[in-house]
Structure formats: structure tokens, C-alpha cells
């Protein structure tokens, strides 16, 4: 049993990578998780087009490669194809705690079949963000608007409508990057994204998105675990 332990979270883009680097690392190195993360190999493809059939094989990868570490994903809903696990059943639910549950524990299920032979089942943490990444940075309105320069009204509106930030949905038009895309044309995905998630803090961010703060969690209780 060792006192720390190594975890890769292959991840859908820049943003997402950075946002780890920058945010979740420090926090997780003081709790003895040392998480490295990497952009999910996508020959000749952008972000926002993940097909588990691609995904499937980085997980191989990082499964195979080193029998004493985790892996996690951190992948969006929205950008994920239509060959994902659990996919359809999790388009039925109602609401975002079922979504994820669904598309997780079936994403969890398919890589157990697949690769149940490297431990699977204890080293692998499945994460679908629900909705987006950009999901979270609606965590705490009024410092959103205040980086964005726009009326903490419209923010709020958004709120109102959806209910939590993990349920502003995923539609082509009203998906969270397209919200805030839409609220101020200086927002940039990856620069403005990421000073943003930083202003709001985890604390407030796990505190507004159950979703993700379960997954961090999970992460955070490996501390302890044996390898093998």
C-alpha cells in the first residue's frame, strides 16, 4: 500500500487540460492524488467530437501501460457520438444526477468488458461533465457576469430557467459554451473559461455542481489505495 497515488484523466481538450493543471492538480497533490492529464488522442479530429470507439483505445493504452495507477475521464455530454455507451438511455432521464448515473455506470460496464483483465473495475473512474465543462463556470452568477462584463440579470435568467448549472442543457443553441458565446463575444473558451473557473474557486463550484464534486470525491478518496 502506498501513501499516494497516480491517476491520468484523459480528457476532450485544452480547456479541460488546463483546468486540471491549473485548478484541480494543487488541489488534489494535498491530498496525496497526483493526477496527470491528457488530451484524448484524435487523429485529424477537433474537439467536440469524442466517439468512444477512439476513446476506447487510449483507455487500453493507459489501462495497459502501468498496472499502479487510476484512470478517470473528464469528457463532455455534449461533445460525446452516438456510439457511447448508455448514451440513448441517458437522453430518456429527467434530470442531470440520472443522466450521468446512466452514462457512466454504462461507460464503467463496457470498459469492465473490454478490460476487466487490467483491473478495470477498481482503477477506472468514468467522468462525463453534464453538460459541458462550461457548465460549471455558472457556479456562482455574479462573479460570471462581473468577468464578463454583462448584467448579472441574464445570468440569472439562465438560472431560472434551468434550475442548477449542470442542467443548462445540450442543445446546439443553448448549450452552456453557446450561452456564454452569446452573452459576451469576448468570451474564449479556453482563456476566459479557465480565469473564470479560477475567480469562482473550487469550493464554490463543487458547492453549485453535485455532479462534479462526486467525481472529485471519488478521486480524492483514492489516498490510501493499494496498487496492483
Known sequence: MSDYVEIVALVEGPTEKIFIADILVPYLAGHSVFMTPIIISKPGQKGGDVRFARVKNDIELHLKQR??????LFVDYYGIKSDWPGLEEAKRQSTPSKK?????????????KLFGTCGSDRRFIPYVAIHEF?????????KLAELLHVSPSKINKIL????EPENI?????????KRLEDLSDQ????????????AIGLTKIRES??????WLTAVTKLKGASHG
Not at 498496472?67 to 478517470?72: A, E, F, G, I, V
Not at 450521468?100 to 469492465?112: D, F, G, L, M
Not at 462550461?134 to 455574479?142: D, G, I, K, N, V
Open 160 to 163: 431560472a430557467e434551468c434550475g
Open 67 to 72: 498496472r499502479d495507477t487510476y484512470l478517470t
Open 100 to 112: 450521468a448515473e446512466k452514462i457512466n455506470s454504462e461507460t464503467k460496464a463496457q470498459v469492465n
Open 134 to 142: 462550461e457548465a460549471l463556470l455558472f457556479s456562482e452568477p455574479q
Open 209 to 214: 455542481c453535485p455532479i462534479f464534486n462526486g
Open 187 to 198: 468570451f474564449k473558451k479556453t482563456l476566459t473559461g479557465i480565469a473564470i473557473a479560477k
Open 169 to 177: 442543457d445540450d442543445s446546439p443553441m443553448r448549450a452552456p459554451s
